[in-house]
């Protein structure tokens, strides 16, 4: 599975912007998918989980209320809805999928995508 993140940009505080994670090669349906973040001098990390069902939501606790992720099978794409974002949500985000939800959650995913850009200004 090849996996793409999009929807990066720059934005306000207090902006949203909707992330897109699409798969290539062979489809995401049948696979969990988690997103995650990196910002400059700082560890990856965990941001939300989603089951390939489209249940099981799980958000790191400094997301929650803020961030939804949600996923289309249809059309092989996981989203990530950020709202009311914060300069510390400015990070490299990144897609990743697995069979397992465990792996996905503690960042052993198999499959990662290239990231994408997201900056909050103050």
């Known amino acids: 599975v090849q996996l793409q993140a999009s929807g990066g940009g720059l934005v306000q505080a207090g902006g949203s912007l909707r992330l897109s994670c699409a798969a290539s090669g062979r489809t995401v349906s049948s696979y969990d998918v988690g997103w995650f973040r990196q910002a400059p001098g700082k560890e990856r990390e965990f941001v939300a989980a989603i089951s390939w069902t489209g249940g099981s939501p799980y958000y790191t606790d400094s997301v929650k209320g803020r961030f939804t992720i949600s996923r289309d099978n249809a059309k092989d794409t996981v989203y990530l809805q950020m709202d009311s974002l914060v300069v510390e949500d400015t990070a490299v985000y990144h897609c990743?999928?697995?069979?397992?939800?465990?792996?996905?959650?503690?960042?052993?995913?198999?499959?990662w995508g290239q990231g994408t850009q997201v900056t909050v200004s103050s």
């Open positions: 990743a999928a697995d069979s397992s939800y465990n792996r996905v959650v503690n960042g052993d995913a198999r499959y």
